[in-house]
């Protein structure tokens, strides 16, 4: 009988990781209200951080365990970091102008194509190198559309657009492995 353990404690350490990441950036704010009063957060503001924050982490626990292959994992890390900054510069402060303008709603659109992409795909390389790509097109043209609109735009766009791409590049490679061995 096999001792799994060891074969698994390279996993444990990255969750364990992760999940210390995330759950410092959950702290963050409610030491910082302790030092400053420009932190103001509330029951709410930590459950919505908790929220905004645990979703991409369950997701790339799902996707852990859809995939043994280091370049798939890595390629679902940037898609979903890539999300999740998105919607958090979004939130935050806006990305055309202020986090009220309607005009930001496109960027929660490709969001929404890169998740939506992803679920079609059925967290399959070959289709999720096909749904970052799309979505890197649909960002490059937002970005495109909107390049009077503020001078942010033109990095946040090369930024996401080389993070899309990026992803795809490894969802290929996971591709290609899975093609040659058979598995995922």
Request: glycine share 8%; proline share 3%; hydrophobic share 60%.
């Amino acid at each position: 009988m096999t001792d799994t353990r060891l074969s698994s404690r390279p996993d444990n350490i990255w969750r364990i990781l992760g999940w210390g990441a995330a759950l410092t950036l959950l702290i963050a704010p409610l030491i910082a209200m302790r030092f400053t009063t420009e932190v103001n957060w509330t029951a709410s503001d930590f459950v919505f951080a908790a929220v905004l924050i645990g979703v991409p982490g369950l997701l790339f626990e799902l996707i852990v365990r859809t995939s043994r292959h280091w370049a798939f994992r890595l390629g679902a890390a940037i898609g979903l970091l890539a999300c999740f900054f998105t919607v958090w510069s979004n939130l935050a402060v806006g990305i055309v102008g202020n986090e009220d303008n309607p005009v930001n709603l496109l960027f929660f659109g490709i969001v929404l194509i890169a998740l939506l992409g992803s679920a079609i795909a059925r967290l399959r390389p070959r289709g999720m190198m096909a749904a970052m790509i799309v979505t890197a097109v649909v960002q490059g043209a937002v970005g495109f559309a909107l390049l009077g609109a503020e001078i942010v735009v033109l990095p946040f766009t090369a930024i996401m657009v080389a993070a899309w791409l990026s992803a795809a590049a490894l969802f290929h490679r996971a591709a290609e492995h899975e093609s040659r061995t058979g598995e995922g």
